[in-house]
């Protein structure tokens, strides 16, 4: 394993407004190629500290990773103003709704894009939870993805987190991806139905990439946060694992 030898919080352009980002650059010595990139996209807590040190962690790994911070408008965190944990999920999705969220994710691949230490010809995307199904619909509107890596992203948005109030299904338009996906679900997730992460599965494999559906006996929502009740160690371990072969693979 590498060492990261740089992170930090870094700002740029998205359309007319400025977001930051977290950003962990792999160390290098004199002749080694530019690393390739991973952006990632956060849960709907934001960007966490755990949230940090996976950036960094991917940094030592060899890649260069940012993270975007999709709440950059509103202070960088989600909103705050809710009276129940649902009314919390719901305001959260729609302050990184798709229209705004997909857009910063390109906006911050233009920004890695322009700094000349980075590839950005070789790009993937990881996504958790909320940045999952949003990795999900990126991968559907972009050439520029080598691979997308979602884990345990919502197939379907509930109509109250969706700014149609609409139920917004990630499923309808799963077999337009345009790249490799890995998808990672745990099998005991109280908010992901089994039968989503099936359907999910069977549209993806109507687009005709590479595909890898792996689903976790006994883990829950967010099994892979290390500050989180539902942290599967286990099921977090062999899910990096796979990550990273898959992004080694396809970058």
Same mark, same amino acid.
């Given at each position: ?23 962990? &650059? ?8 530019? $690393? ?39 202070? @960088? +965190? $989600? /909103? ?24 910063? &994710? ?23 939870? &909320? ?13 520029? !993805? ?18 149609? @109030?609409?139920? +917004? ?16 679900? @745990? ?30 006996? @006994? ?13 599967? /160690? ?16 396809? !970058?």
């Amino acid at each position: 394993m590498r060492t990261s030898a740089d992170a930090a919080w870094v700002r740029f352009p998205s359309g007319t407004d400025e977001i930051r980002g977290y950003l962990a &650059l792999p160390s290098r010595t004199p002749g080694d190629a530019p $690393p390739p990139v991973v952006i990632m996209a956060h849960e709907n807590l934001g960007v966490t500290a755990h949230r940090e040190r996976v950036t960094e962690r991917f940094a030592a790994e060899g890649f260069a990773c940012l993270t975007v911070d999709l709440y950059s408008r509103i202070g @960088g +965190r $989600p /909103p705050q103003d809710y009276t129940t944990p649902e009314e919390r999920r719901a305001k959260a999705f729609l302050a990184a709704r798709d229209e705004q969220a997909v857009p910063d &994710l390109d906006a911050g691949l233009d920004y890695l894009a322009g700094r000349g230490d980075v590839d950005a010809s070789r790009v993937a995307v990881v996504g958790f939870c &909320l940045g999952g199904g949003l990795a999900l619909v990126w991968a559907t509107r972009s050439d520029r !993805l080598a691979c997308a890596v979602p884990l345990y992203g919502l197939p379907e948005l509930p109509a109250a987190y969706s700014p149609t @109030g609409q139920v +917004r299904s990630r499923i309808d338009i799963a077999d337009t991806v345009r790249c490799p996906v890995q998808a990672h679900f @745990g099998g005991a997730d109280e908010v992901i139905p089994l039968d989503q992460v099936a359907r999910l599965g069977d549209a993806l494999k109507l687009s005709g990439q590479p595909l890898e559906v792996h689903v976790y006996e @006994g883990a829950g929502h967010a099994y892979h946060d290390d500050t989180h009740p539902n942290h599967h /160690p286990e099921a977090a371990r062999v899910t990096w694992e796979r990550t990273l072969d898959f992004l080694r693979a396809h !970058l």
